[in-house]
């Protein structure tokens, strides 16, 4: 699971969920019993989202004071509401502007040690400027990679960007560079790891690259990944 917290992307995400008629369930968790409803998005905008269930339930079959947890399916999508109201068949919350993605990944990422010193070096333009830097890389697949960059480059990597991408320790690129774009951040993982002035970035290559070398620490032989293990999503 991935935390997101870019509201246009939430948005998007939330209107896919309606159009596509995903189901959406909806608990409640206390000390004695879990209280729960399965129901579609009846009503969104950016201010405020309306959940109708396909069984009617009571006005306090939810309890007000206590987390709302609700799951999208179809994205997999997870988030929580403290504030809401309810009526007869209905809940009404704001819109939300962070969520849990769950990642559905058709290839393994393979994941480096921190002893391994592994880099990506790529280069990206902001506000006209062109800007060119190395960081550690902390994974690698033929469809992506995961590296982590200081906060202070937090302004100008964003999810959406596009970069173009250089080097990586131990592969040999087809191309002199190649475009790739960042589909996520996270900014609260691993902080047994990397300390708190880091951020966690994921990429996904703009095309699977033909193989991948993967050596890390302790590894007997390297590992190799290619282009033709890729299998189609389910």
């Not at 999208?72 to 993605?101: M, R």
């Amino acid at each position: 699971m991935w935390s997101l917290d870019e509201e246009g992307r939430i948005f998007e995400l939330l209107k896919s969920v309606v159009e596509n008629r995903n189901y959406v369930n909806v608990w409640q968790r206390s000390t004695k019993n879990t209280t729960q409803a399965r129901g579609v998005i009846k009503d969104l905008d950016r201010s405020k989202c309306t959940i109708a269930f396909s069984k009617k339930i009571g006005r306090d079959f939810f309890v007000n004071g206590e987390t709302l947890y609700i799951h999208c399916e179809g994205i997999d999508i997870i988030f929580k509401k403290e504030n809401f109201s309810a009526d007869d068949g209905t809940v009404v919350f704001k819109t939300p502007t962070k969520l849990l993605v769950k990642e559905k990944r058709r290839i393994e990422r393979l994941r480096f040690k921190y002893q391994d010193f592994k880099e990506v070096e790529f280069s990206f333009s902001k506000e006209g400027t062109l800007h060119k830097t190395k960081q550690m890389l902390i994974d690698i697949s033929i469809l992506g990679i995961g590296f982590i960059a200081p906060k202070s480059l937090a302004a100008n990597l964003e999810v959406g960007d596009v970069i173009t991408i250089h080097m990586m320790s131990d592969q040999k690129l087809e191309a002199e560079s190649f475009k790739a774009k960042i589909v996520n951040r996270i900014e609260n993982e691993e902080r047994d790891k990397y300390s708190d002035d880091y951020i966690k970035y994921g990429v996904e290559f703009e095309e699977p690259l033909e193989i991948v070398i993967y050596q890390s620490k302790d590894l007997v032989a390297p590992k190799t990944q290619r282009k033709n293990s890729l299998v189609p999503s389910s």
